[in-house]
């Protein structure tokens, strides 16, 4: 949406020494109709939203005149910056409505109140603007949240969403907007946060935003340096469809820059926070961050029902309902470099997430797994859990990070609900290759939230997706997880390539029998240390690719997945000529269709019916 400002006035009735004011109070008769002319022109030129800045626009009296005219001009949505504190007064904000303004950039200063007069520099302010935005509210205008990064107010910061959450619910946008040095004369430059202040503050506060349903939205893209978020895909994410703005007077290039994957989306460091870093030091991004790339135009599936039977799970004879994966919402509080789930799709409403369980229950499904992107954001999954529990449905799933299961009661609530198992992804215990991979979080978080989960009586299985970042790491994995949650249960899967999602397959995936030796290394030191360990079906390596290990193969029990009735492959996955005649087919769902564009055939032999004979037990 192209977007046209106009700066009405140069006056507040607030004294936010932050903000630097000039201009004149009020439109003079040839300033109004130059106003106009540029709205006007602007339109012409294919402009749809109109800003309307100050100073307190509200201020000027000529203000629903020009939104009239704005209106009558065809601009789409016509947007105002205040403070609020004019529109509590009667019948102000309903005649902004009528005259045309939609939306409202509400100033929002934070949930206490001594502080918020602070920065109004007016007593009384912050109850005032309160009651603005509720009035505004009313009269059916969208208001948006907007906070200024002051010092004051870092602390306070990852309480807000809550705050705005129960005070003004239908706020769904919140934007955060950067302080810089200006002219000012009471300009106090304690104003600026140190930077490693502002990255943590910022990072917790896009964490609880997204808890709380809010779009968070740096203001204005006026350009902090990303690697000030590089372990944060909620804050990340926020840049997606900006283009940070820069300039050599404003921001600086520094030697890291000179390496970075992202410099091009990057402003570099705002030459105001130039003293001001604190612990904050540059680091070049060495790939662009999932969080950061469009995701591609594709059908999100957000129900699957599957009838595959993994044998060994049914007594024999039976014949079970089907699985059911539920993705409960899109995003998620990580940034894995594999991940193929596209975190921008719209997702399910609330209506449809009871529904679609209220059609697994009638259709007597065995299992439902609640994924996502991250489950445990959306507030209402002991809910979804509760309602699936009360249709009678076995077992209850969760796939998660459990970076949210390490707090407190989470996950006894959910046990209490219904949940009775759990995948949980553990790619690394080392921190560094945690967050490489994960971009976000840390591996003790994620073993608290495991600890949580069995000690609510859950069963867990710990996901262990093998990559190029991680497969000498494997044993580190399994010796870690032996120590401190032996009893859980570890599976190990493949890099799932999706061809069209852009990630950078060719650095993360590997061969599936370059693979097998080191998970033959960490299963048999699982064994080892009385570990159970398996592979993840569909997403598991085929038996050819343990052609040099059959023994291993067998011995680790790891031939528990069953071809389709009809012996065709999985979904996404075909079988080779080879495939006719090997000894494992039974065992195999074929090779990932994905895969094989990447990768080729040649690696894919027939197991030969002597050799898997003589491999068997």
Known sequence: MDTTTLRINGVCNAACTFCALSGVRVLSEEAFDGAVATLQADRASGATELRLSGGEPLIEPRLDALVERARATGYERIVVETNGTLAAEAGRAEAMARAGVTHALWTFYGGDLETADVLFQVGGAHEAALEGARALQKAGVAVEARTPLVTELLDELPQLPVWLREHLPDVTVWRLRPLFQNQHPDFDRDQLPALDHLGRAVSKACREARLSELEVVFEDAVGLPLCLFRHN????????????????????????????????????????????????????????????????????????????????????????????????????????????????????????????????????????????????????????????????????????????????????RLAKAGLNQAVVSLHAVDLDRYQAITGYGEPDTVIAGVRNLLDAGVRVQLNVVHNRDNLDHLRDIVQVVADRIPEVQLLFSVTYIVTGVIRDWASISVRYTDAVPHLVAGMRLARDRGLEARMAGRCGTPPCAWQGHLKDLHAFELLDVAASTDGSAGEGHRFLPACDTCAARAHCYGISEDYLRRFGEQEFEAIAPERWEEASP
């Open 233 to 412: 895909a909620h804050a990340l994410s926020a840049w997606v469809s900006q283009r940070p703005r820069s300039s050599a007077d404003e921001h600086q290039r520094l030697d890291a820059c000179a390496d970075c994957a992202v410099s091009d989306r990057c402003a570099g460091l705002p030459s105001a926070y130039a003293d001001r870093v604190g612990d904050f030091r540059a680091q070049a991004f060495k790939r662009v961050p999932a969080a950061l790339e469009p995701e591609t135009d594709r059908d999100e599936p957000y129900v699957v029902y599957d009838n595959t039977l993994e044998m060994g799970r049914e007594a024999p004879g039976e014949v079970r309902g089907p699985q059911v994966t539920l993705r409960v919402l899109m995003p998620c509080n990580q940034d894995c470099t594999f991940c193929f789930v596209d975190r921008t799709a719209p997702g399910l409403s609330d209506e449809q997430l009871d529904a679609a369980i209220d059609e697994a229950v009638e259709r007597r499904a065995s299992r439902i797994s609640f994924s996502g992107g991250e489950p445990t954001l959306y507030k209402g999954l002991e809910r979804l859990v509760s309602r699936a529990n009360d249709g009678g449905v076995e077992e209850l799933e969760l796939q998660t990070n459990a970076l949210l299961l390490a707090e407190p009661g989470r996950a006894a």
